[in-house]
């Protein structure tokens, strides 16, 4: 069984940044791919972020390409989301999640791939 706890969510306003943490615990981190969902109010949980288990392929969702960075440091167990220049519509829980994913090459982004989840943390972004 893996825990995962996710960290540095908050209040900022629209051009700031956040640095979401995500700790996993559990199992041997680093056999598993990284990823960031999140679900704004109304609206169904989507694609953020995802890391391979070296940290060697990421991939982003286009509405937050160019702003939004995936990192992992597998000494520590832990997945971060350095979240720059946000937007209004950034607002939401943002949730981490992970599985056991053995290729370097690419990445699950589908929230069906993914077999562990954080209980989220809320980030609003305002005006």
């Known amino acids: 069984q893996v825990q995962l706890v996710e960290s540095g969510g908050g209040l900022v306003q629209a051009g700031g940044s956040l640095r979401l943490s995500c700790a996993a615990s559990g199992r041997t981190f680093s056999s598993y791919a990284m990823g960031w969902f999140r679900q704004a109010p109304g609206k169904e949980r989507e694609f953020v972020a995802a890391i391979s288990w070296s940290g060697g392929s990421t991939y982003y969702a286009d509405s937050v390409k160019g702003r939004f960075t995936i990192s992992r440091d597998n000494a520590k167990n832990t997945v971060y989301l350095q979240m720059n220049s946000l937007k209004p519509e950034d607002t939401a829980v943002y949730y981490c999640?992970?599985?056991?994913?053995?290729?370097?090459?690419?990445?699950?982004?589908?929230?069906?791939?993914?077999?562990?989840w954080g209980q989220g943390t809320r980030v609003t972004v305002s005006s």
């Open positions: 999640a992970t599985t056991l994913y053995f290729s370097d090459y690419d990445v699950p982004i589908g929230a069906d791939e993914y077999k562990y």
